[in-house]
Nanobody, 127 residues
Framework: QVQLVESGGGLVQAGGSLRLSCAASGRTFSSYAMGWFRQAPGKEREFVAGISWSGGITYYADSVKGRFTISRDNAKNTVYLQMNSLKPEDTAVYYC????????????????????WGQGTQVTVSS
C-alpha cells in the first residue's frame, strides 16, 4: 500500500507560479512511476505529467509542456510539480498518483496503471 499526500496548492494570479509536492509513504517509492493529474469542474480527470522510477524519463501533456516541470526525490519519497506561467485554464484539483506496475523506463499518460491516488490539492488561477 502507498499513501500519497499532496500539498502546495492555492490561489495565484495568471502568470504566477506554484510548486506542488506529493509525499509518499512506503519503502518502495523508488520502484513506482509517478504522475500528476488534474480535474476541473465538469471535466474528466486528465494527465498532466509523469516521471519514471529514477526520474530519467518525463512526459508532459501538450497543454503544460514548457511551463510545468515534474521531478522526484527518492530519498525523500516525494514528487514535485513546478508550475510556471500559470493560466486560468490550469485551474483544477491536482492529484498525484503512483503506478506500481510499469517498467522502470516507462511513463504512462493515462489513469489505468495508477493504482494509488492522493486526495488532491486545489489550484486556482485568477485572470
Amino acid at each position: 500500500q502507498v499513501q500519497l499526500v499532496e500539498s502546495g496548492g492555492g490561489l495565484v494570479q495568471a502568470g504566477g507560479s506554484l510548486r506542488l509536492s506529493c509525499a509518499a509513504s512506503g519503502r518502495t517509492f523508488s520502484s513506482y512511476a509517478m504522475g500528476w493529474f488534474r480535474q476541473a469542474p465538469g471535466k474528466e480527470r486528465e494527465f498532466v505529467a509523469g516521471i519514471s522510477w529514477s526520474g530519467g524519463i518525463t512526459y508532459y501533456a501538450d497543454s503544460v509542456k514548457g511551463r510545468f516541470t515534474i521531478s522526484r526525490d527518492n530519498a525523500k519519497n516525494t514528487v514535485y510539480l513546478q508550475m510556471n506561467s500559470l493560466k486560468p485554464e490550469d485551474t483544477a484539483v491536482y492529484y498525484c498518483a503512483a503506478d506500481p506496475s510499469s517498467p522502470p523506463w516507462t511513463v504512462v499518460a493515462g489513469t489505468i496503471p495508477y493504482d494509488y491516488w492522493g486526495q488532491g490539492t486545489q489550484v486556482t488561477v485568477s485572470s
